[in-house]
Nanobody, 130 residues
Framework: QVQLAESGGGSVQAGESLTISCLAS????????MGWFRRAPGKERERVAT???????SYGDSAKDRFTIFKDSVKNTLYLQMNKLKPDDTAMYTC????????????????????????WGQGTQVTVSS
């Protein structure tokens, strides 16, 4: 059974950095397409960053030049390194993933597609104070 478990959220000051993690289990020997989404109170869910099994990455406008998505395949863990954090970055950050034996791709909008079930983690809260 595929499971995604986020960690690393917390409270930081504006301008500081924070790296959050997503441990993925139960998808042995399959291609993956994984990403981070966030939802702030009163706002719609926003796609932050996406990483495909072939190394392709895609970033939402809010993440470009400040955030980096990467994966440690040995640890089966997806990371989001966030620099120069702003109060507007305050949100619940959720890990999402698709796993498949077939090729997976990232759409022009940064969404994974190509088959396989969609999985979601429970989220980790990031709070940035000014």
């Amino acid at each position: 059974q595929v499971q995604l478990a986020e960690s690393g959220g917390g409270s930081v000051q504006a301008g500081e950095s924070l790296t959050i993690s997503c441990l993925a289990s139960g998808y042995t020997n399959r291609r993956y397409c994984m990403g981070w989404f966030r939802r702030a109170p009163g706002k719609e869910r926003e796609r932050v960053a996406t990483l495909n099994w072939d190394g392709t990455t895609s970033y939402g406008d809010s993440a470009k030049d400040r955030f980096t998505i990467f994966k440690d395949s040995v640890k089966n863990t997806l990371y989001l390194q966030m620099n120069k954090l702003k109060p507007d970055d305050t949100a619940m950050y959720t890990c999402a993933a698709k796993f498949s034996f077939e090729p997976l791709m990232i759409s022009s909008g940064g969404i994974c597609y190509g088959g396989g079930d969609q999985y979601w983690g429970q989220g980790t809260q990031v709070t940035v104070s000014s």
